[in-house]
């Protein structure tokens, strides 16, 4: 049962290169999430989406785009990198909308901007 | 907008005893989730123990169990028997649900975080 997998688990960038965080689930979950967590804080919530075809931005979501063509896929788009996107991004599932059911977390893509 | 304050940035705990992890949180919601998360070194976040808002019943799962407040939003988590294993980030959270251009989802609002180490 392999979750949510997310890949790469390491990447550095140059500033104004652009890449793609994959992320897929196999849970048949609905909801699915990209978070990024900065260093000595919590996530915060960069986008979601609630079904194929459907997404919206959650808190910080300048800087980022995203798809969702099939339940089980959620790539994040990071166009013109900038310094400001250095940080670990996790992405999420859950099978209701996350109230009445818990994540489950991706093991994370540290990402570096420089 | 909902804030979650951690205000213990780092504890430390010898092994075989309790520690209690502190947070508190703002809103003027009624109707709410907290949760509690573990990020071990491995980076990823495990969900620990969860409670609903409505609930007056402090929720447990086996070592981990919560002091939820509500009148004073405080929701605290005590580890009984700490074991090595739990040395972690560990990440209370507030999720409520918002909905809003066709589409709803529960919105997490996760605190800074305390360190927690365990000594053998």
């Known amino acids: 049962n392999a979750g949510v997998t997310q890949t790469p688990k390491f990447r550095i960038l140059k500033i104004g290169q652009s890449m793609t965080l994959q992320c897929t689930q196999d849970?048949?979950?609905?909801?699915m999430y990209w978070y990024r967590q900065d260093p000595g804080m919590g996530l915060k919530l960069i986008y979601y989406?609630?079904?194929?075809?459907?997404?919206d931005k959650g808190e910080v979501p300048n800087g980022y785009n995203v798809s969702r063509s099939t339940t089980e896929d959620f790539p994040l788009r990071l166009e013109l990198a900038a310094p400001s996107q250095t940080s670990v991004y996790f992405c999420a599932s859950s099978y209701l909308g996350g109230r009445d059911s818990p994540l489950h977390f991706g093991n994370g893509t540290r990402l570096t901007v420089t | 907008a909902q804030t979650v304050t951690q205000s213990q940035p780092e504890m430390s705990v010898q092994e075989a005893e309790t520690v209690t992890l502190s947070c508190t949180y703002d809103?003027?919601?009624?109707?709410?989730?907290l949760f509690w998360y573990k990020q071990p070194p491995s980076r990823q976040m495990i969900l620990v123990i969860r409670?609903?808002?409505?609930?007056?019943q402090n929720a447990t799962e086996n070592r981990f169990s919560v002091n939820f407040q509500k009148a004073a939003k405080s929701f605290s988590l005590k580890i009984s028997d700490s074991q090595l294993g739990d040395t972690a980030m560990y990440f209370c959270?507030?999720?409520?649900?918002?909905?809003?251009?066709?589409?709803?989802?529960?919105?997490?609002?996760f605190g800074q975080g305390t360190i927690l180490t365990v000594h053998p």
């Open positions: 849970m048949n979950h609905n909801y």
């Open positions: 409670q609903e808002a409505y609930k007056q």
């Open positions: 959270a507030f999720m409520k649900h918002v909905s809003g251009g066709g589409t709803s989802y529960g919105k997490l609002t």
């Open positions: 989406s609630v079904g194929a075809g459907i997404t």
């Open positions: 809103t003027s919601e009624n109707n709410y989730y």
